[in-house]
């Protein structure tokens, strides 16, 4: 006879199975409980060919699954069904894994990990624009995207897994807005160029330098946020165009003869090239 205290009203959680009442001759029986698991039943939500998966008991959601060879990608922050509001705060292992067809992706705010492997192998990826809300990176998140140009990791970022960025062959700029650097491991950015470009805080240069993980870049540039009067001296004494955005961070350095090729690869948005105020 099996046994347990749950029902079909049960709330989730784990629930004791017990054993007894069997009988035959010649034998003892020994009686170990066990234990009956009650997971929550996750609700699909499908739009854009992404769908989602929501946890009623939490009101959040993770993007799962993209199906459509879409080439512009936009996140949803939230999700309305069947009475619920979602909130959008992962993206699954292997969610989109391989979908080469993907040349742009957009994250909310919301959206707090980037679960292993989420967007490996999208060899088309020339442009992610991370939430201000992100904390972790899963391992190999954006493995062997080969076309991505440049990567802003925002301040909010606490852990990033080995091998994220591995085999980025195309990674130009690394600009992390992290103003105190945790260690990471030394294949993060594992083979991506020596001549990559790695843009920090003011005043944190040396402290980069010295941590780990980091320390592979040789070349490493301190930025701060500048008011508009120095954005435009900039443009009338310097010759390198300087792309910014409107609170005044320092987005991309280029040249003239590259500034197609970069603007190209931007995130859609606001920004201030060279003085002047360009759309995108």
Not at 77 to 105: H, P
Request: proline residues 3%.
């Amino acid at each position: 006879i099996v046994t347990t205290t749950a029902t079909i009203d049960s709330e989730f959680g784990t629930y004791d199975i017990e054993v007894s009442g069997a009988k035959a001759k010649n034998y003892t029986f020994n009686y170990i409980k066990g234990t009956l698991t009650i997971t929550e039943r996750k609700v699909p939500f499908t739009m854009g060919g992404i769908t989602y998966e929501g946890l009623r008991s939490s009101s959040t959601a993770e993007v799962v699954s993209f199906d459509q060879s879409e080439d512009s990608l936009t996140i949803l922050e939230t999700f309305y069904d069947n009475g619920m509001v979602y909130r959008v705060t992962s993206i699954g292992k292997l969610a989109f894994y391989k979908c080469t067809d993907i040349m742009s992706v957009t994250l909310p705010g919301s959206v707090t990990s980037i679960n292993s492997s989420a967007f490996e192998d999208c060899s088309s990826l020339t442009s992610v624009s991370l939430g201000e809300g992100l904390t972790f990176i899963g391992d190999s998140a954006f493995e062997n995207c080969v076309m991505l140009p440049s990567i802003t990791i925002p301040k909010s970022v606490t852990f990033i897994a080995p091998n994220a960025f591995k085999n980025c062959l195309g990674l130009k700029y690394v600009i992390s807005e992290i103003e105190i650097p945790f260690e990471i491991t030394s294949d993060v950015f594992y083979s991506i160029s020596s001549q990559a470009e790695l843009d920090v805080p003011d005043g944190t240069k040396t402290v980069y330098q010295m941590t780990a993980g980091w320390d592979v870049f040789s070349n490493i540039s301190e930025v701060s946020n500048v008011g508009m009067d120095n954005i435009l001296y900039f443009a009338e004494n310097t010759r390198e165009i300087t792309i910014y955005s409107l609170n005044g961070q320092l987005v991309r350095r280029t040249t003239q003869e590259s500034l197609s090729d970069v603007w190209l690869h931007l995130p859609k948005g606001v920004y201030i090239v060279n003085g002047n105020i360009r759309i995108k």
